[in-house]
């Protein structure tokens, strides 16, 4: 399985916003975007003046790292958008919405999407009764996730659950914390997704 197995925090300075991609450490002052709130590199502290492209390619990044996708698996869910009914940016991040590392992250299972989907990995979580590994795996309207019956006592789940009210209720979810079990009830609604990207700039850099 292709990752990016980079320094995840130099993501995030080069978006210039918190991403919450290494869990817990993004809500301390350990966050190096508390100390140094430019991008990397020794060219990281200049002005920069973004082009017309260079503001729709970070859009798209920011996206991009928000959810842990490469870029080839980014533009295959793209392509896919397009192919579906309503509007492609919002039928985008509804599908990287419905993916099941994503979908244990909003339920609380995980700190961080890069640790839900390593513990998706290593299967810790069963998918309507039946053990699901496959990260992108799409999850349907009804389809009830639970950490098997051997990962209930995982230390990283408890400490996750623990930090999840932090996070919000997410409509489209129904969880149940002591049986560590939820149920995607419907793909959401775009306007209920928290997300700090405008992905009309994504469909225009890809229609180009």
């Keep these: ?18 991403l919450f991609l290494k869990g817990t450490k993004c809500m301390t002052d350990k966050c190096p975007l508390e100390h140094r709130n430019y ?22 990044q920011k996206l991009r790292r928000i959810y842990g996708v490469l870029e080839r698996q980014f533009r295959n869910y793209f392509y896919r958008a397009s192919r579906m009914p309503g ?8 599908l990287l919405e419905s993916r099941l590392d994503n979908v244990v992250y909003r339920m609380g299972f995980a700190s961080s999407r890069k640790e839900a989907r390593q513990m998706v990995r290593h299967g810790h979580f069963v998918v309507n009764g039946r053990k699901v590994n496959i990260p992108s795996y799409l999850v349907k309207p009804g389809d009830v996730i639970e950490v098997r019956e051997k990962s209930k006592n995982m230390v990283r789940i408890q400490e996750s659950l623990e930090l999840a009210e932090h996070r919000g209720v997410f409509p489209w979810l129904e969880v149940d914390l002591e049986a560590k079990r939820g149920t995607f009830k419907a793909v959401p609604q775009f306007e209920d997704i928290p997300l700090p990207v405008d992905v009309s700039l994504i469909v225009e850099l890809y229609s180009k």
Excluded: D, I, S
Excluded at 11 to 16: K, S
Excluded at 40 to 45: D, T
């Design 1 to 18: 399985m292709a990752r990016y197995t980079g320094p995840v925090c130099k993501q995030c300075r080069r978006e210039g916003m918190k």
């Design 87 to 94: 509007l492609t940016g919002e039928n985008l991040v509804k």
């Design 39 to 60: 991008p990397p590199g020794q060219h990281g502290q200049r002005r920069v003046k973004f082009t017309e492209y260079g503001l729709r390619l970070r859009e798209k």
